[in-house]
Nanobody, 116 residues
Framework: QVQLQESGGGLVQAGGSLRLSCEASRRIFIISNMGWYRQAPGMQRELVAGITRGGRTNYADSVKGRFTISRDNAKNTVYLQMNSLKPEDTAVYYC??????????WGQGTQVTVSS
């Protein structure tokens, strides 16, 4: 069974930083492009950042220059470093694995709250 375990959410003041982590099972991690999505109340889930197996990254325009996605293949973990956080970044953040074959997997979500 695919498992994605997120950690690192919390409450932070505007301008602060947080780092989210998502550890995946080895079997799925090595064959997957990984991503972080977020969903604010009443809003659709949106892509925040993605990273391919080869390390190519992409970002939502709203987070470019503030957020950095990375992956540690030795630890089966993908990270999202979030700097200069804004109240509009408040959302539940979800880790996502898109394997080259098989089903997409989602983590359970971690809450990020940015106070003004």
């Amino acid at each position: 069974q695919v498992q994605l375990q997120e950690s690192g959410g919390g409450l932070v003041q505007a301008g602060g930083s947080l780092r989210l982590s998502c550890e995946a099972s080895r079997r799925i991690f090595i064959i997957s492009n990984m991503g972080w999505y977020r969903q604010a109340p009443g809003m659709q889930r949106e892509l925040v950042a993605g990273i391919t197996r080869g390390g190519r990254t992409n970002y939502a325009d709203s987070v470019k220059g503030r957020f950095t996605i990375s992956r540690d293949n030795a630890k089966n973990t993908v990270y999202l470093q979030m700097n200069s956080l804004k109240p509009e970044d408040t959302a539940v953040y979800y880790c996502n694995a898109e394997p080259v074959s098989g089903s997409t997997a989602w983590g359970q979500g971690t809450q990020v709250t940015v106070s003004s």
